[in-house]
T-cell receptor, first 116, second 109 residues
Framework: DADVTQTPRNRITKTGKRIMLECSQT?????MYWYRQDPGLGLRLIYY???????NKGEISDGYSVSRQAQAKFSLSLESAIPNQTALYFC???????????????FGEGSRLTVL | SQQGEEDPQALSIQEGENATMNCSYK?????LQWYRQNSGRGLVHLIL?????REKHSGRLRVTLDTSKKSSSLLITASRAADTASYFC?????????FGKGNQVVVIP
């Protein structure tokens, strides 16, 4: 089983619909992240969380919200999806603060979202 | 910005050749990491070099870091078709990793 699991892997929805992307991890890491990837733009940070009670905005948080339900779970919501939120979304965890403490990220396989 | 910027952004080589990618960044860092992404898949960590290191090797990978020039390079030796992927550098500073736009490498069999 993957260490970082994202669901759904693919989703097509319509403008105005509420969408939730879920992420769960078995790495035991405190830090979790949501990134968005668009062609030619690399990865951009949406939100990140350093522990269950900590939520922080990234570069492009407008139009998104998150929930850290437990150490292992971090969900990303689009309250009212719009076409320019069509992208590949990645969840990641980090070992920062752990024994290795390198800041290495461990990524899920991605959730491809299309908003029509 | 802390974001890494890869150069060249696209590279096409023959199998067996070496592939070299460069990365520049603008602020001080704790370490610099390189990641690989196969088409449409999640990124996978390749190698990390700390700010006090100048060179590091892992299998066919060699990474260098020049903090005075704020630059790093990734060399893949004896490339294989399976090395076809996008490669991202990510400097770590202020407890955050900042990814560049990536370097697309195509290895022709």
């Amino acid at each position: 089983d993957a260490d970082v699991t994202q669901t759904p892997r693919n989703r097509i929805t319509k403008t105005g619909k509420r969408i939730m992307l879920e992420c769960s991890q078995t790495k035991g890491h405190d830090r979790m992240y949501w990134y968005r990837q668009d062609p030619g733009l690399g990865l951009r940070l949406i939100y990140y969380s350093f522990d269950v009670k900590d939520i922080n905005k990234g570069e492009i948080s407008d139009g998104y919200s998150v929930s850290r339900q437990a150490q292992a779970k971090f969900s990303l919501s689009l309250e009212s999806a719009i076409p320019n939120q069509t992208a590949l979304y990645f969840c990641a965890t980090s070992d920062f603060g752990g024994p290795a403490n390198t800041g290495e990220l461990f990524f899920g396989e991605g959730s491809r979202l299309t908003v029509l | 910005s802390q974001q890494g910027e890869e150069d060249p952004q696209a590279l096409s080589i023959q199998e067996g050749e070496n592939a070299t990618m460069n990365c520049s960044y603008k602020t001080s860092i704790n370490n610099l990491q390189w990641y690989r992404q196969n088409s449409g898949r999640g990124l996978v960590h390749l190698i990390l070099i700390r700010s006090n290191e100048r060179e590091k090797h892992s299998g066919r990978l060699r990474v260098t870091l020049d903090t005075s020039k704020k630059s790093s390079s990734l060399l893949i030796t004896a490339s294989r078709a399976a090395d076809t992927a996008s490669y991202f550098c990510a400097p770590l500073g202020n407890n955050r990793l900042a990814f560049g736009k990536g370097n697309q490498v195509v290895v022709i069999p």
